[in-house]
């Protein structure tokens, strides 16, 4: 199963808005609305910040957005915070019950 | 709110069997809604995901790891393992245990992960 692709590092000013892709294939996120997003910051554990491709859990900012089309999924954090700066990558339900993860963004905040 | 921790040794020599616990507090492992997982990063990789072990004992497993891996769970101490066996170096990563939404295919509670180094 290979990895979804994801850009390396993105970066925005505090206020901005920045869109991080997550490309699969056809296998799994073309296929399936269970593309999931993780906000991780070095030695905590990871957080979740949206599931099947457009929800986010109760109590989590509506900053973050998640969307997808065809086979590539996408997570928006807007109106950008300093605290925002950390490593974010998203995860599929793949066939066989199986799931794949993109290989992380790093987030800077200038 | 769920927390989980992993434990275990940092470093395993090569050939020998890599052995994780997963604590759970905040929640029970005793709960039917959720598998419990374990997915590994190694050194500039992405993410892997291991496998679940299900509160009955039922698991599934990565086919790329499935005969070297076994797991299970301990209702009585709230916890869940992992075995490797015949360990590489290219078992060298952090470990992390997680949470599986059944529902939602989603990992909502992780660990914040244990680094395990494979070397003589």
């Known amino acids: 199963q290979s990895a979804l692709t994801q850009p390396a590092s993105v970066s925005g000013s505090p206020g901005q808005s920045i869109t991080i892709s997550c490309i699969g294939t056809?296998?799994?996120?073309?296929?399936?609305?269970?593309v999931s997003w993780y906000q991780h910051h070095p030695g905590k554990a990871p957080k979740l910040l949206i599931y099947?491709?457009?929800k986010r859990p109760s109590g989590l900012s509506s900053r973050f957005s998640g969307s997808k089309s065809g086979n590539t999924a996408s997570l928006t954090i807007s109106g950008l915070q300093a605290e925002d700066e950390a490593d974010y990558f998203c995860?599929?339900?793949?066939?066989?019950?199986?799931?794949?993860f993109g290989g992380g963004t790093t987030l800077t905040v200038l | 709110q769920v927390q989980l921790q992993e434990s275990g040794p940092g470093l395993v020599k090569p050939s020998e069997t890599l052995s994780l616990t997963c604590t759970v507090s905040?929640?029970?492992?005793?709960?039917?809604?959720?598998?419990w997982s374990w997915i590994r990063q190694p050194p500039g990789k992405e993410l892997e995901w291991i496998g679940y072990?299900?509160?009955?004992?039922?698991?599934n497993y990565n086919p790329s790891l499935k005969s070297r891996l076994s797991m299970s769970v301990d209702t009585s101490k709230n916890q869940f393992s992992l075995k490797l066996t015949s360990v590489t170096a290219a078992d060298t990563a952090v470990y992390y245990c997680?949470?599986?939404?059944?529902?939602?295919?989603?990992?909502?509670?992780w660990g914040p992960g244990i680094l395990v180094t494979v070397s003589s």
């Open positions: 997680a949470r599986l939404r059944l529902d939602r295919d989603d990992f909502d509670y």
């Open positions: 905040g929640g029970s492992v005793n709960n039917g809604d959720c598998y």
């Open positions: 072990v299900y509160y009955s004992g039922s698991t």
């Open positions: 056809s296998s799994d996120v073309g296929h399936y609305n269970l």
């Open positions: 099947e491709v457009i």
């Open positions: 995860c599929s339900y793949a066939r066989t019950n199986s799931w794949v």
